[in-house]
């Protein structure tokens, strides 16, 4: 399954055939993966890249000064404008598995993962069961899903991250779908997994309107 499959059904159009092309989308006016409407959403290459808006903000959106703009335009002024590390894999780090796999209703499951939903990722200490690490999976659509992973702070240092990304990225090519990750600017130690894991660094940015 190509990127390209995922970007496509997530903003609406890929690959770009501007240096941002700004396009409109019915998907932007609807519920994502956790209930909440994100409605302006955007990848962009070394190159170009797709910003993604409902289709009748497109020509305001489009001469717009500033990114910054944006949340005003489509409605949204009371949410800031994100920008983080785009990465996606298609040959995961063959790390050892650290993790088991549990609804995310399960009694043990922390209550961060319990909006991902379906199955979560869960590292837990073998002597006592405490709460180690876990991966949630936002299932953005059927060719794309974004891996997120939190580390308990003394359970860090441990390699824990990088094993429970990889571990995760292979159930997703497994069922189908290419993994992605996303982290910001400036966060090395979430880069350092992101590498580890085997989701390397392309240049490549996502960007818009923050979660409430």
């Known amino acids: 399954m190509a990127i390209d499959d995922h970007l496509r059904e ?3 159009v890929w690959p770009p055939t501007q240096e941002l092309q700004v396009t409109g989308s019915r998907r932007r006016t609807l519920p994502g993966w956790d209930g ?3 409605p302006a959403l955007g990848v962009r290459s070394p190159d ?3 910003l993604s808006v409902p289709p009748e903000h ?3 959106v489009a001469a717009a000064r500033t990114m910054a703009e944006v949340p005003k335009i489509v409605g949204y002024a009371e949410r800031g404008w994100f920008e983080a590390v785009f990465r996606w894999s298609t040959r995961p780090a063959p790390l050892e598995d650290a ?3 549990l609804p995310a209703t399960a009694p043990e499951v922390p209550a961060w993962l319990h909006p991902f939903g379906g199955e979560v ?10 709460h180690l690490a876990g991966v949630g999976i936002k299932r953005h659509d059927a060719y794309g899903h974004e891996l997120s992973v939190v580390t308990a702070p003394a359970a860090r240092g441990r390699g824990l991250a990088r094993r429970l990304v990889a571990q ?8 189908g779908a290419v993994p992605t990750y996303l ?6 130690a979430s880069a350092a997994v992101a590498q580890a894991a085997g989701f390397p660094a392309r240049g490549w940015t996502a960007f818009g309107i923050a979660e409430r």
Do not use: C, M
Not at 122 to 130: I, K, S
Not at 183 to 188: K, L, T, V
């Open 48 to 50: 170009r890249g797709v």
């Open 99 to 101: 993790g088991q796999w």
């Open 183 to 188: 982290h910001a600017f400036g966060n090395d």
């Open 168 to 175: 995760a990225a292979r159930r997703v090519l497994d069922e």
């Open 121 to 130: 990722l869960v590292a837990t200490d073998p002597r006592t069961g405490e």
């Open 36 to 38: 909440q409407i994100y």
């Open 58 to 60: 497109v020509e305001r």
């Open 10 to 12: 997530w903003l609406g």
